[in-house]
């Protein structure tokens, strides 16, 4: 059983039950490996497509103490997540990523 989440609207997700998943992209700056999405090389994201189409985004980091999270994003944040991570868009955010690119 993989890592479960309730969400906002008491949906539940298992990571394990995604029917995509996308990781973040990094930059080497010489030292660390940076997360392009978060610009820490501390934190991380993760985004997700649910078994039922809708997209969510995992929040980590390596700090001590800290939870990780998930929180649903729109089709428009999850396109430009996926832009941003130099990732290609899925058919079912094609028109998502035309909104959000100018």
């Known amino acids: 059983m993989g890592q479960r989440y309730e969400m906002s609207d ?8 995604a029917s995509a998943k996308w990781e973040e992209d990094t930059r080497f700056d010489g030292s660390n ?11 991380h994201q993760m ?6 189409g809708r997209y969510y985004v995992e929040s980590s980091s390596q700090w001590q103490g800290s939870t990780p999270s998930a ?8 396109a430009r997540w996926l832009l941003t991570n130099n990732h290609e868009i899925p ?7 035309d909104s959000v690119i100018d």
Do not use: C, P
């Open 10 to 17: 008491g949906m539940i997700v298992d990571l394990d039950n």
């Open 33 to 43: 490996h940076i997360s392009v999405v978060t610009g820490s090389q501390w934190d």
């Open 47 to 52: 985004l997700y497509r649910s078994r039922r």
């Open 71 to 78: 929180e649903w994003v729109s089709n428009e944040e999850a």
């Open 91 to 97: 058919d079912d955010l094609k028109a998502a990523a």
